[in-house]
């Protein structure tokens, strides 16, 4: 007889996001392929990180601590303070990039029963998470008719007491774009602090934004989890490395919890976002990431002006951060279907909205911009408006 799989992994969906990339795997080779699904930076990191790769690889050697290399804790705090934030080392947990920060939170604070709010559309990650840890997802809808704008209204009524453990908040949003300002923010913090809920905030593309600025949940310390990664800011996913910011009690829990998970950070990775984050490196990080949120605004606004000139008939609305346009195509009867097709026939990848939390037959999509040039971004478009043509639901 053979072992059985455990019910909450047999019963868990697979991503549509890490299906899609597999099938890319097997493209990718294809110089026809159009790439507008997945969230991957397109640009190199740092030349002045990567002239120093080598040298740090070949003195790399062990383990450290669960929690990081103290001497990158330090230096993440310090920056931090320009944010308007009071940290030490103490409230700062490097992980193995945002998707090891996001589960290392819900291990040490969700417990199986507590309700979590979720602005919908939201990350894909979180519907399985909330699964897996046995928690119950409440959801706050949004959509293209209100800007994706959260209802703080809503949110208050979504509330219960003594159940609601947390609210998950994305800002700059994947996949919508949309940016909290700072009425929501203090509402938002609010709600949490009178109800003793936890911000679970995730920002891993808080430094990415072309219209209006990131707002920090930096007044509500005592209820935030903040997460964060280079995968974005440093155009790394590739080294997999990221932080999670919270008051002492919590950072111990997850220390305590990410000891079984992954013994400790990548050394590697540590030590090159040190040397990204020295102080004389200054001059050229800000320019690393004017260089970036320059070239990806070039490549959004291509996007929209492609969108409005051969899918006119699509509602969209423009992303004041993050790397996506949240699109709804009328019509669409199965979102899926639509995409998996476009794919196979015009060798265009999207993600269907229904990975976010939408319903399969309100026709939304996600479109990347950061992973093609202008020209290939107008061209994928232009074949997505071909395909549509003679699309049969």
Known sequence: MKP?????????KASPIREIATKLEI???????????????SLDPPDFLLEKAGEILKNSKGYCATAGFKKLRQRIAECMKEEGFELTLENILITNAASNGISV????????GDEVITI???YVAYPGLIQLNNAKMVEIRTGIENNFRIDIDELNEKVNKGKTKAIIVISPDNPTGRILNKKEVRAIG??????????????????????????????FMDNLVGIRSFSKTAS?????????????????????????????????????IIEFL????????????????????????????????HLPEADFVKPDGAFYYFVRI???????????????????????????????????????????NEERINEGIKKIAEFLKNYKN
């Open 190 to 219: 609010e709600i949490a602090k009178e109800n003793g809920m936890a911000i679970l905030s995730d920002e891993a593309y808080y430094l990415i934004t072309y219209n209006g600025k990131f707002e920090p949940f930096n007044e």
């Open 236 to 272: 790394a996913p590739q080294w997999r490395i990221g932080y999670n910011y919270a008051n002492k009690d919590i950072i111990d829990a997850m220390i305590k919890a990410n000891q079984y998970d992954i013994i400790c950070p990548n050394v590697v990775s540590q030590k090159l």
């Open 105 to 112: 939170a819900f291990k040490s604070l969700i417990n199986p």
């Open 27 to 41: 493209l990718k080779e294809d110089p026809e392929l159009i790439g507008l699904g997945g969230g991957e930076p």
């Open 278 to 309: 020295k102080e004389e490196n200054r001059a050229k990080r800000e320019a690393y990431t004017k260089y970036v949120v320059e070239t990806y605004k070039k490549r959004m606004e291509a996007m929209g002006k492609s969108l409005e000139e």
């Open 330 to 372: 009328p019509g669409i009867k199965d979102d899926a279907k639509f995409v998996s097709e476009l794919l196979d026939t015009k060798k265009v990848a999207i993600v269907q909205g229904s990975a976010f939390g939408m319903r399969k037959d309100e026709g939304y999509f996600r479109l990347t911009f950061v992973s093609e």
């Open 4 to 12: 059985t799989i455990s019910s909450s992994i047999s019963s868990l």
């Open 120 to 122: 919908l559309p939201t």
